[in-house]
């Protein structure tokens, strides 16, 4: 069992740290792109949100696991609030890259809906900085 649990943990951690990253980068990234309107900025920022995408169930799942097997699956305010918001920014990140996929002008001057866009880009950064927040309360 030994061989399974810290291998676990440090995983999650490893996961969650490259969501955390990316997500902002991103954000950084998107953002340079509406000062410049340089659209490698913008492309460079929609990669950055695909990858912290699809490591997002990694991240959320593993987490699970890990508080099962080094918190007994105790629940508090924090691990309630971790699995919620988790899931929320895991389903908004969906959100965000499939319109972004499906409609390559949302985030551009061109569009109706780049303010809003940007918003919910802005809020899931909002998340992943609450949820990194709170896995440093652990520490």
């Given at each position: 069992?030994?061989?399974?649990?810290?291998?676990a943990?440090?995983?999650?951690h490893?996961?969650?740290?490259?969501?955390?990253?990316?997500?902002?980068?991103?954000?950084?990234?998107?953002?340079?792109?509406?000062?410049?309107?340089?659209?490698?900025?913008?492309?460079?920022?929609?990669?950055?949100?695909?990858?912290?995408?699809?490591?997002?169930?990694?991240?959320?799942?593993?987490?699970?696991?890990?508080?099962?097997?080094?918190?007994?699956?105790?629940?508090?305010?924090?691990?309630?609030?971790?699995?919620v918001?988790?899931?929320?920014?895991?389903l908004?990140?969906i959100?965000?890259?499939?319109?972004?996929?499906?409609?390559?002008?949302?985030?551009t001057?061109?569009?109706?809906?780049?303010?809003?866009?940007?918003?919910?880009?802005?809020?899931?950064?909002?998340?992943?900085?609450?949820?990194?927040?709170?896995?440093?309360?652990?520490?």
């Amino acid at each position: 069992m030994a061989l399974f649990t810290k291998p676990a943990v440090r995983l999650h951690h490893i996961a969650s740290h490259f969501t955390n990253g990316l997500w902002p980068a991103g954000v950084v990234l998107f953002f340079s792109y509406l000062l410049t309107g340089k659209n490698a900025y913008e492309s460079a920022a929609y990669y950055c949100f695909i990858l912290s995408t699809l490591a997002s169930p990694f991240v959320l799942f593993s987490g699970v696991f890990d508080w099962k097997l080094r918190f007994k699956g105790r629940t508090t305010r924090i691990f309630t609030h971790k699995r919620v918001f988790g899931f929320i920014f895991m389903l908004l990140s969906i959100a965000i890259v499939a319109w972004r996929f499906f409609d390559p002008s949302a985030p551009t001057a061109e569009s109706g809906y780049r303010m809003i866009y940007t918003v919910l880009v802005l809020l899931n950064c909002g998340f992943v900085i609450y949820l990194g927040y709170l896995g440093g309360k652990f520490l």
